[in-house]
């Protein structure tokens, strides 16, 4: 068994910040990338931000220089720092992570957070 438990949303100004923390528990050997999608009603799902193991990140366009994503792997949580939110980032944020199960055979499994609700208005 491995899940995600993500917290963290909520409703802001623009302007305003959150941090989205999202921790991954179960039958975990290793955990390789991870990262944060977001989903809008009516919009393509977007990759938001992606990590790797090692601490390389990579991020998508709208969000550079606003939001930070970062990790602590002894905790097997990755978190989603985001500043100076806009309106445009409203949609539920889902974290996700490529997960190395403990066993033989070292299979691979890619669980996702239940997703939480970033509402960005005045």
């Known amino acids: 068994q491995v899940q995600l438990v993500e917290s963290g949303g909520g409703l802001v100004q623009p302007g305003g910040s959150l941090r989205l923390s999202c921790a991954a528990s179960?039958?975990?050997?290793?955990?390789?990338?991870m990262g944060w999608y977001r989903q809008a009603p009516g919009k393509q799902r977007e990759l938001v931000a992606s990590?790797?193991?090692?601490?390389?990140?990579k991020y998508t366009d709208s969000v550079k220089g606003r939001f930070t994503i970062s990790r602590e792997n002894a905790k097997k949580t990755v978190y989603l720092q985001m500043s100076n939110l806009k309106p445009e980032d409203t949609a539920v944020y889902y974290c996700y992570a490529d997960v190395v199960l403990l066993g033989a055979g070292g299979r691979s499994y890619t669980p996702w957070g239940q997703g939480t609700q970033v509402s960005v208005s005045s």
């Open positions: 990590i790797t193991s090692l601490g390389s990140t």
């Open positions: 179960g039958s975990i050997f290793s955990i390789n990338d």
